[in-house]
C-alpha cells in the first residue's frame, strides 16, 4: 500500500519552458535545442528540432488546414535530456538554492551559479 502511494505522486521536474537543453540519449542523443512544452504529470519534454515525427493529418478547409504528411516534434522522457548552464556551456544537473531574499532558486551542480527564471 504505500508503494502504491509513494509511485503515484509525480516528482517535480526542474526543468522549465524556454530552457536550453541536451538530449543525451536515444536517437537524437548530442542534439541541443530549447524546450517548447513540458508535461510535469507524464514527465515528458518537447525539444526544438528533435525527436522529429511524421503526422498524417486530414484537411478540414473551415480551419484552414491543408492537410498531408506534417513533420514535428515529439516528446522525451525528462530523464534523457541534461540542462544547459548558460555560464559554464555544459550539460549538468540542477540544484536548489535559497537566495537572499529567502526564495529558492536553480542552480548548476557543475558550477554554482544560479539559473535565471
Do not use: F, Y
Not at 514535428?72 to 536548489?96: F, Q, W, Y
Not at 532558486?105 to 551559479?113: E, H, V
Amino acid at each position: 500500500m504505500r508503494h502504491r502511494e509513494a509511485k503515484d505522486k509525480p516528482r517535480p521536474v526542474m526543468i522549465r519552458h524556454g530552457d536550453t537543453v541536451k538530449i543525451i540519449s536515444g536517437r537524437d542523443k548530442g542534439k541541443t535545442g530549447r524546450i517548447l512544452t513540458v508535461d510535469p504529470v507524464k514527465r515528458r519534454v518537447t525539444v526544438e528540432h528533435a525527436n522529429i515525427i511524421k503526422k498524417h493529418t486530414r484537411p478540414n478547409p473551415s480551419k484552414n488546414i491543408r492537410g498531408g504528411i506534417l513533420d514535428k516534434e515529439g516528446p522525451i522522457d525528462v530523464s534523457n535530456v541534461m540542462i544547459l548552464c548558460p555560464s559554464c556551456n555544459k550539460h549538468a544537473r540542477i540544484g536548489t538554492k535559497i537566495v537572499s531574499d529567502g526564495s529558492k532558486a536553480r542552480s548548476c551542480r557543475r558550477c554554482g551559479t544560479v539559473l535565471e527564471s
